[in-house]
């Protein structure tokens, strides 16, 4: 099992930035690819931003591109998602979830995630 755990969000002004991390522990060496999603209220839950665990691929939505950063440190086993110029619309709740190795493309660990806010 891998176990994950959001921190970092909080409440922002339109414009500013703000650095989410996801913690990840247990079967670290069991990950894949470790993504971010994010859901608004009242929306489906939406992709974000993907980066593998075991080299440097990225992938990012459009709505990420050119705003928000994936990274990770596998010393200390976290990923952090870096956003920036933040809209009102970024409010939403943000998730880290993992793919483990072998399981195709199914993102099979979730952790609870973390609220932002983004004020106008």
């Known amino acids: 099992q891998v176990q994950l755990v959001e921190s970092g969000g909080g409440l922002v002004q339109a414009g500013g930035s703000l650095r989410l991390s996801c913690a990840a522990s247990?079967?670290?060496?069991?990950?894949?690819?470790v993504g971010w999603f994010y859901q608004a209220p009242g929306k489906e839950r939406e992709f974000l931003a993907a980066i593998d665990w075991d080299n440097d691929n990225t992938a990012y939505s459009d709505s990420a591109k050119g705003r928000f950063t994936i990274s990770r440190d596998n010393a200390k086993n976290t990923v952090a998602l870096q956003m920036s110029r933040l809209k009102p619309e970024d409010t939403a709740l943000y998730y880290c979830a993992a793919i483990k190795v072998g399981a195709g493309l199914d993102y099979s660990y979730w952790g609870q995630g973390t609220q932002v806010t983004v004020s106008s």
């Open positions: 247990g079967r670290t060496f069991s990950i894949y690819r």
